[in-house]
């Protein structure tokens, strides 16, 4: 809510489009201070002007918080059309898992253009509510996620990647707070282990578990139930995925074809 008002405080000094939902905005930039915000619509703006527009549309305030977020499209960046296809599908994989775990951030945006410095591709959810607490079966769900893009790879190709590097080792660390933090784990019961920082799940950049306070016997004990979560939720992503492989070459082409796909085109394929 207080995103929201921070926006339309902001967006009173420029001319928006009818189709412009600031609360959608607002949903995708937890975080943002409101400096980072007046950037955004002051952003937009500048987009819509180059673009030859009299208002601002959805098109220019996503761009812009995509460019806080993310840094600047690299169109030039040439990609081979086999590691785009595999970038495709890959991303492809994190939103259908998404879509078709209950209770999961709906999939705001799909990308295979790359930006900033490294992304050749990315799935962009939308939460509809910030959130504080989780459950496990929540968290598990945010693994599976992680995963979608590996498994899609897998199914597609029959090989993987370096791609899913980073969203291993964020699956990774959500699967041993579960066990070191957050006592939902079968190895150490109700003892917890907890690390001087925020809830994994409220971050984007996570570097695994810091000093242990426990013996070595125990600590192959949580990297043994680590390894049997990551391997559960990595079946079922992959017989969820199987399940609907039709549905992910649909999108993925169709990705491929168009580049970036929005929330709505993206479920009307889903649920077709």
Do not use: C, W
Request: proline content about 3%; overall charge negative; cysteine-free.
């Amino acid at each position: 809510k207080g995103r929201l008002a921070i926006l339309q405080i902001h967006s009173r000094k420029v001319k928006l489009a009818d189709e412009v939902d600031l609360e959608v905005i607002a949903q995708k930039t937890a975080g943002f201070s409101g400096a980072d915000l007046a950037n955004a619509v002051n952003e937009a703006a500048l987009l819509a002007v180059r673009k030859g527009r009299a208002e601002v549309t959805n098109i220019d305030l996503d761009e812009a918080v995509d460019r806080l977020i993310g840094g600047l499209e690299k169109k030039n960046r040439v990609i081979n059309p086999e590691e785009k296809k595999i970038v495709a599908y890959h991303e492809v994989g994190h939103a259908l898992v998404a879509a078709l775990t209950p209770g999961s951030e709906p999939v705001h945006k799909i990308s295979i253009i790359p930006r900033g410095l490294a992304a050749l591709g990315y799935t962009q959810q939308r939460p509809t509510e910030d959130r504080y607490l989780m459950s496990r079966d929540e968290l598990l769900a945010k693994i599976d996620v992680l995963l979608g893009g590996r498994v899609a790879e897998q199914i597609t190709f029959g090989s993987i990647t370096t791609g899913a590097s980073n969203d291993l080792m964020r699956a990774t660390d959500i699967a041993r707070a579960i066990i070191v933090e957050y006592g939902m784990g079968e190895t150490l019961g109700l003892a917890t282990y907890p690390r001087q920082r925020n809830p994994v799940f409220l971050q984007t950049d996570q570097s695994g578990i810091g000093g242990k306070d426990y013996s070595n016997e125990t600590a192959a004990l949580i990297d043994q139930e680590t390894k049997q979560i990551l391997d559960q939720r990595n079946l079922h992503v992959t017989e969820l995925l199987k399940d609907s492989q039709q549905i992910l070459v649909q999108i993925s082409e169709k990705l491929l074809e168009k580049e970036v796909l929005f929330e709505k085109e993206f479920m009307d394929m889903v649920n077709a």
